[in-house]
Each structure stands twice: as C-alpha cells, then as structure tokens.
C-alpha cells in the first residue's frame, strides 16, 4: 500500500505494511492534512489517530522509516540524526547518522527513493497525507 505526503516545495511516496493495526487506523484516516514539525532531520506532524504501542516498535531506525509517534500521534519521518542521536553535531561518518526518535515509535514501512528530500520541508509548512491507488 502507498501514500503520498506533499509539501510546499515537494512530495515523496511511501509504501506501508498492510498488516500492522497501525497502518491499518492510519489508512483509514487518510486523506488528512496537518503542520509539519522538525527535530533534527526528521519531520513529524499531527495525523488525529490514536494508537497502542506495538510490541516491535523501535527507537533507533534506518533513514527513510516511516514510523508511527504513538505518545504524539504523529507520523515521524527521519532522515538522518536527532538532537537525542548518538554523537548529534559531530560529522556524519564518524556516527553513522543515527536516526534515533524521541521514544520507540510503531514501524510502518519506507519512504521509496531518497529520503534526503524531506530537508526541503520547512517547520510550519502545511502537509497533506493521501492514499495512492492500487
């Protein structure tokens, strides 16, 4: 299953698991808007659904995660470190570029191509979530 989030400058697709409660409640949320957040370099914003704490979710994730915030209801996209990541202000090849969210977040699947394009999205700038046909 595949969403598109747009902004402003630009959009980028995702492809979520079909499978977990989460993207489940999402889905049937969608087409929603909100006000995109950032923290570092990763973009968050409200979605209005409410959901448990899966028993997989994880903290510290690859680039281009599409993860769920369950303590802010949001959709959490990192693309690179965090204020909270492991050696945060030090060059990225001495770290890795850890992706590491503010708490563990449920998993939903991947942002298809380059993450990197969501550093074009500014705090502040409205977003919109929408399904994409099958």
């Given amino acids: 299953m595949q969403i598109r989030i747009s902004w402003p400058a630009g959009n980028v697709t995702a ?7 989460t993207s489940q409640a999402l889905t049937k949320a969608l ?11 990763e973009v968050y914003f409200d979605t209005g659904v409410a959901v448990s704490r899966e028993t997989d979710a994880r903290q510290v994730v690859a680039p281009g995660t599409v993860a769920f915030w369950t ?12 204020p909270i990541s492991q ?45 994409i046909d099958d």
């Fill in 31 to 41: 087409p929603l808007t909100s006000t995109a957040r950032t923290w570092g370099e």
């Fill in 87 to 131: 050696g945060w202000g030090l060059p990225r090849t001495e770290f890795g570029g850890e992706c590491r969210l503010a708490s563990p977040c449920n998993i939903l699947g991947t942002l298809d191509g380059d993450a990197g394009v969501l550093a074009t999205v500014r705090d502040g700038d409205p977003v919109r979530v929408e399904l």
């Fill in 71 to 82: 303590d802010g209801d949001a959709l959490a996209l990192p693309y690179g470190p965090t």
């Fill in 15 to 21: 492809t979520l698991d079909r499978d977990t409660p």
